[in-house]
């Protein structure tokens, strides 16, 4: 059962171009989104987040949208650069202290100079 | 610069023999988490504690894998006896979680890569 789902493996955008990256989830109980950035061979590191109470969060050249009743979220890059080229993991957590994250599969964007 | 410790960075080994992993998480978090990266379902969570004690360990085959935090500065990660299947990265990550809700973010290893043939 995949609660957080990335639904395109791939993507592929020519450098300056916007990246626009997808994630659904299905359990209405999680309320704080986070994407993560990984390069080969290193962990994955934290990009930007959201909690529910906002439809979009924006930092630098990285924004975040929300949409609660479609339980879809998005990530946007613009303008996007080769050094951008990695795996963007989509997270979510329910309203706790637990910290749980549960992730979806994966996203691989190449940025072509 | 705090960072979480994973090792052996890579470890081949044949089906049928024990496999141990081993992460130092951050000083000063009180959650561990253990991460397995495969094709299929992107980073499915294994296991975690919160002050060393074990808070879920669903996501793990438990007829072989177990999961130990013998102190705050270690956790471990056992497979006994390894398959071909269990071949993957896996990740420690840890973080402070508290309040709530909780908003902050975890922190990763670079994670242990396991062949098993």
């Known amino acids: 059962d995949q609660q957080v789902k990335q639904n395109s493996p791939s993507l592929s955008v020519q450098e300056g171009r916007i990246s626009i990256l997808n994630c659904d989830y299905t359990n209405s109980m999680f309320d704080y989104f986070l994407w993560y950035k990984k390069y080969p061979a290193e962990g994955p590191t934290f990009l930007i987040s959201?909690?529910?109470?906002?439809d979009k969060n924006e930092d630098g050249r990285f924004t975040v949208f929300l949409n609660k009743s479609a339980k879809h979220l998005s990530l946007h890059i613009v303008p996007s650069q080769p050094g951008d080229s990695a795996v963007y993991f989509c997270a979510a957590s329910a309203s706790s202290n637990t910290g749980k994250l549960i992730f979806g599969q994966g996203t691989t964007l190449q940025v072509k100079p | 610069d705090a960072r979480v410790t994973q090792t052996p960075r890579h470890k081949v080994t044949e089906m049928g023999q024990e496999v141990t992993m081993r992460c130092q998480p951050i000083l000063g978090h009180n959650t561990v988490f253990w991460y397995r990266q495969t094709m299929m379902q992107g980073l499915e969570l294994l296991a975690y504690f919160r002050n060393r004690a074990p808070l879920d360990d669903s996501g793990m085959p438990k007829d072989r894998f177990s999961a130990e935090m013998p102190d705050a500065t270690l956790a471990t990660l056992k497979i006994q006896p390894s398959e071909p299947r269990d071949s993957a990265v896996y990740f420690c990550?840890?973080?402070?979680?508290?309040?709530?809700?909780?908003?902050?973010?975890?922190?990763f290893g670079e994670g242990s890569r396991l062949t098993v043939l």
């Open positions: 959201i909690s529910s109470i906002k």
């Open positions: 990550a840890s973080g402070l979680v508290r309040g709530q809700p909780w908003v902050g973010e975890l922190f």
